[in-house]
């Protein structure tokens, strides 16, 4: 089996069940959405998703993505990535990375960041309460666009 299937197959069945875990139905539309999402290396707006969803499942609207990702999202199952962009980008929770945002193109990219996860946190946060999730969102121009004459 390649490996990026095995991983894929990995993501389905903790989605299961942590749907199950949730006390919510695994429907094919749920499923689809979410499997989707698992390919996708690029944080797909609802837009794309159903553009790309749309010939596999021809009954599937706009809506019912909305919906299906907000349920997923107060799951914790999904995360919503916001950017400069009014759409909201959508992406699976694990595996936990950061995120590096290019003000010119708009591209998400992932990165990991071991000593940001580690860190000491300064004493006004421990002194505010408790931290439960870290993730850092640098903004910036990547490479790509620094070449090209503006
Ligand atoms: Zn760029
Ligand atoms: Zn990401």
Redesign the pocket.
Known sequence: MPQNKKQSDDKIARFESALKAAGLKLTYQRLEIFRELANAADHPTVEILHQRLKNRIPTLSLDTIYRTLATLEQHGLITRVQTAESQAHFELTIPHHHHLI?E????ITDFDWPAFDNAPLPEKVSSWGKVFHRKAILHG??L??QSVLT
């Open positions: 290019c010119k193109c708009g591209r121009r990547c790509v666009c």
